[in-house]
């Protein structure tokens, strides 16, 4: 059965970091392109980051840049946010998918391109 659950999210004040995680399993990781989004309280869900199979090849959304880094172990079957920066526009649930294909520039923010999703975690930044 394919899962996948995010954790590391938490309370922290602006300025802050967090590292998210997404462990996977059912699937071959290795396989597919992964991202993280974000749904703020009372809004959609929106890409934040994209990563492809191999790693070699990240995208992220421009109220991130410079703040958010996205890698991710294969071997681990793990997929990472390495939140930096923080402010309290970033408060939210953070959500793991998988891509059904390779996804560029103008289609990774697609929520109808992702295949499978994770549960999410909680991220509060607040003073």
């Known amino acids: 059965q394919m899962r996948l659950v995010e954790s590391g999210g938490g309370s922290v004040q602006p300025g802050g970091s967090l590292r998210l995680s997404c462990a996977t399993s059912?699937?071959?990781?290795?396989?597919?392109?992964m991202a993280w989004w974000h749904q703020a309280p009372g809004k959609e869900r929106e890409a934040v980051s994209y990563i492809s199979e191999s790693g070699d090849r990240t995208i992220y959304a421009d109220s991130v840049k410079g703040r958010f880094t996205i890698f991710r172990d294969n071997a681990k079957n793990t997929v990472y946010l390495q939140m930096n920066r923080l402010k309290p526009e970033d408060t939210g649930i953070y959500f793991c998918?998988?891509?059904?294909?390779?996804?560029?520039?103008?289609?990774?923010?697609?929520?109808?391109?992702?295949?499978?999703w994770g549960r999410g975690t909680q991220v509060t930044v607040s003073s």
């Open positions: 059912g699937f071959r990781f290795d396989a597919f392109d």
């Open positions: 998918g998988r891509a059904r294909w390779i996804l560029y520039e103008h289609t990774w923010t697609d929520p109808e391109l992702y295949g499978a």
